[in-house]
Each structure stands twice: as structure tokens, then as C-alpha cells.
């Protein structure tokens, strides 16, 4: 692909159509070395190959959403075909199987029998599998909340510490519909770097807990998942299931968010490829699971003693007063970030690129 072909045109996906269906979509950037053909692989993902076409994969979901066939980008197998082609209204990405030679539709070769093909043979959206180790299990809480949930008071072999499978003992108010418990044990203040204000609590996650029997306030239960032992007064929050999975294609937020980066996997000052970070925005932002943002390095400001102030900047800078002559231009973009937990004032992501290191006083924006 030349470069004259590098610039900003209407993608048309067109999938499993009864006929050709144009619609318009947001401006996406083609890439400059993007191939003609693709066919699908085993182990690829829709982020991967959306990458391979597109500057800014994050708006491959846009172009899906426009196509009343798709409920979801579960639709693209191994074998599957994705080609860019140019028409009179512009380049198209269209997708064939079995080798058909069909613009623009999704051509299923059929056999007098019945076919099925599960959806697990779909390629996911996103490489859980090689991202799912790295995602923390924390919450934010208020401090009043960790306060007055059910607590720890000791377990059935009578040890200081409790492993894993491993009746204990806790006493607090239990939910009459709620079985699974997080175990979690308070953490750091987390505290908004904008405003001052405590946003949450750090409920550090230790592991999870069924269960057994409940006689009032007093309740048994079996741990599971534990990643570090268990102490006396740890406090059990019910899960939330507010979970990121193989389904969510990476989005920008619905609305414009800029934020703060609060905390980098547990107090670090410097992350990198897979690390969490806490970030000072949340449900209250519009946030949602599976967003995706970019970190912003800090503005960068640069005095203007070139052009010539009028009489009065002049004054006023003498004076101290103004910094007129000092101009402001907006830090790099350098990384993505995967929201996968939401709280109402806070939210956790995992850093999916990243061109250098993140440091906390980097920005969260929208892509």
C-alpha cells in the first residue's frame, strides 16, 4: 500500500448480510503498511487483527456496532478471510470463508446435513488467557464499609494462620442470598491527587470463601483461591463479578474522561507492560468495564521570548503577576489502558502498550 493511501477515510465492514449494506462510519486511520489479505489463525485475537488494518484498533468495535448482524465480534473463525478493497465509496474490509471470492459478504458454504460450529471456536477480542495472571483481584472500599463487614476469627485446626481449603471461623452481618465471599484485608488510603480527597480503601485481595454453614451472625466457611495466608480480623466483602472476560472489545468511555493515575500495583512509583493502576475516575464518570483509555504525560510549558508583549504583559510580568508570554502544549500519549474493575469513585486497569515507563503523575485520558 503506497502513502497516498494513508489517510482518513469511512471503513465499511460488511458481515453476513442477505445484501450489500453501506453505512458511514467515524473517521479511521488505514495503516500505511497494511496487507490486502489476512486469514484468520489460531491464537489471533479481534484486537490483533484489528491492529493489523487499522491505526487505532480501539475503533474497529465503532464499525461493528453499525451492522444490525453483529451482536458481537464473536463471529470471525480460524480460515476466516479479512481483505481491504477500494470501490467507488471507499475501502471496504470484508470477510469471506472457505475461500469464497465474495465482496462484502460472509459466504457460508452448505452440505445436505446440518453444520454446527461452537462459539468457542470463535477467536476471542482480547489474549485473556496471557493477560489474566496480571489482573488483580483488589477493591476500593470506604473505610465505614470494611468496617462493618464480617470478620476472621479463627479456623478449625486452631493456627494463627489459615491456607487454602481450610474451614475458619467469622462473625458479621452475612446477606441471606450471598454464599461467595472475597477475603480481603484493608490496605492504603487512596486519596484523589486533583481534589484531596479519599476516593476508597484499598481492600487488598487474599482469597475467596464459601459458605458452610451460618448459625445468626456467627458463619463457617471453606477458603479457596488463597494467594497469601490468612490472618485473624481479615474481612469478607461478596463479590461483585464486575469482571473484565474474553467477550469485552477494548472501547473508548462514552463520554470524555481525564484523570489521575493514583496507584501502580500496590505503592510502585514506576509501571510498566501488565501492571494495574488505580485511577481517581469511576461509575460516577460514566466508566464502564472494558474501556479503554490512554495515559498523557504532563503538559509541557515553554516561554515565549520571541514574540513581543504589549505594554501592559510587560508590566505584569515584571510585577509577577503574568506568565502570559508562557505557552502550553499537551504531553505524548504513550500508552493503553484496559478498564476491568469499576468503583464509584475509582476504577482498576491493566496497561495493554506502553512506549516507557508510567510514573504517577501521568494523565488518564480518552483515547
Given amino acids: ?62 464499525v461493528w456496532e453499525l451492522n444490525p448482524q453483529i451482536e458481537n465480534p464473536h463471529l470471525i473463525y480460524p480460515g476466516d478471510v479479512i481483505a481491504l478493497v477500494y470501490s467507488a465509496d471507499g475501502p471496504m474490509l470484508t470477510l469471506t470463508r472457505g475461500g469464497a471470492e465474495t465482496t462484502g459478504l460472509r459466504t457460508i458454504r452448505l452440505s445436505p446435513q446440518v453444520r454446527r460450529e461452537p462459539m468457542s471456536s470463535a477467536i476471542p477480542a482480547i ?81 475467596t470463601a464459601t459458605i458452610v454453614n451460618r448459625d445468626g451472625s456467627n458463619a463457617t466457611l471453606l477458603t479457596a483461591n488463597v494467594e497469601e495466608e490468612i490472618r485473624k480480623g481479615d474481612r469478607f466483602i461478596a463479590s461483585s463479578g464486575s469482571r473484565i472476560d474474553s467477550n469485552y472489545f477494548p472501547r473508548p468511555p462514552s463520554s470524555s474522561i481525564e484523570g489521575r493515575i493514583i496507584d501502580i500495583s500496590s505503592g510502585r512509583t514506576v509501571g510498566n507492560l501488565y501492571d494495574t493502576i488505580v485511577i481517581n475516575r469511576g461509575s460516577k464518570n460514566r466508566l464502564r468495564v ?52 469499576v468503583f464509584e469513585d475509582a476504577s482498576l486497569g491493566i496497561i495493554l502498550s506502553a512506549d516507557q515507563a508510567v510514573r504517577l503523575e501521568d494523565r488518564v485520558v480518552t483515547p
Avoid: C
Avoid at 465499511?12 to 453501506?22: E, I, K, N, T, Y
Avoid at 484468520?40 to 484486537?47: F, I, K, N
Avoid at 483488589?138 to 494463627?160: A, C, D, F
Fill in 1 to 62: 500500500m503506497t502513502n497516498s493511501l494513508k489517510k482518513f477515510l469511512p471503513v465499511f465492514l460488511l458481515l453476513q448480510a442477505v445484501s450489500l449494506m453501506a453505512f458511514s462510519a467515524d473517521q479511521v486511520q488505514i495503516r500505511d503498511d497494511a496487507p490486502d489479505r489476512y486469514e484468520v489463525v489460531v491464537g489471533d485475537t479481534l484486537w490483533d487483527i484489528s491492529g493489523r488494518f487499522l491505526e487505532d484498533p480501539w475503533l474497529w468495535p465503532e
Fill in 127 to 207: 489474549p485473556l488467557d496471557q493477560i489474566s495472571a496480571f489482573l488483580k483481584g483488589t477493591i476500593i472500599v470506604s473505610e465505614t464499609e470494611l468496617e462493618n463487614s464480617p470478620y476472621l476469627l479463627g479456623n478449625r485446626s486452631g493456627t494463627l494462620l489459615s491456607e487454602n481449603n481450610e474451614e475458619v471461623f467469622a462473625k458479621g452481618s452475612w446477606d441471606d442470598e450471598i454464599n461467595e465471599y472475597n477475603i480481603v484485608r484493608g490496605g492504603q488510603i487512596y486519596t484523589d491527587p486533583e481534589s484531596g480527597a479519599i476516593v476508597g480503601l484499598e481492600g487488598k485481595h487474599i482469597g
Fill in 290 to 341: 472494558g474501556n479503554l483509555l490512554a495515559l498523557q504525560k504532563p503538559d509541557i510549558e515553554i516561554e515565549d521570548d520571541i514574540g513581543k508583549a504589549t505594554l501592559g504583559q510587560q508590566v505584569k510580568q515584571s510585577l509577577g503577576f503574568s506568565n502570559d508570554n508562557v505557552e502550553t502544549f499537551s504531553g505524548e500519549k504513550y500508552a493503553t489502558v484496559l478498564i476491568y474493575r
